[in-house]
Nanobody, 120 residues
């Protein structure tokens, strides 16, 4: 059974920091592209950051220079460091694990989400 369990969300003031963690089980973690998505009320879910199996990161323009994604394959865990947080970063943050199944299909899994609220 595949599980992605996020933790680390909470309430933080503008300019503050949080570190999100996502612990994976039931998958061969090291071969998956891991990603963090977020969904704010009334908005579509959007990609925040992803990291390849080789450790190559990719970021949405809105978080470049403020967020850092990393992974620890020995611990089956992906992290998202959120710095210089803004009220517009408020959202539910979801962990995602993705890999190609074949030439045309992708298999992916989602966590249950963790709430990040940035407010004074």
């Amino acid at each position: 059974q595949v599980q992605l369990v996020e933790s680390g969300g909470g309430l933080v003031q503008p300019g503050g920091s949080l570190r999100l963690s996502c612990a994976a089980s039931g998958i061969m973690f090291s071969i998956y592209v891991m990603g963090w998505y977020r969904q704010a009320p009334g908005k579509q879910r959007e990609l925040v950051a992803s990291i390849t199996s080789g450790g190559e990161p990719n970021y949405a323009d809105s978080v470049k220079g403020r967020f850092t994604i990393s992974r620890d394959n020995a611990k089956n865990t992906v992290y998202l460091q959120l710095n210089s947080l803004k009220p517009e970063d408020t959202a539910v943050y979801y962990c995602n694990a993705k890999r190609p199944l074949d030439a045309t299909q992708i298999i992916d899994y989602w966590g249950q989400g963790t709430q990040v609220t940035v407010s004074s």
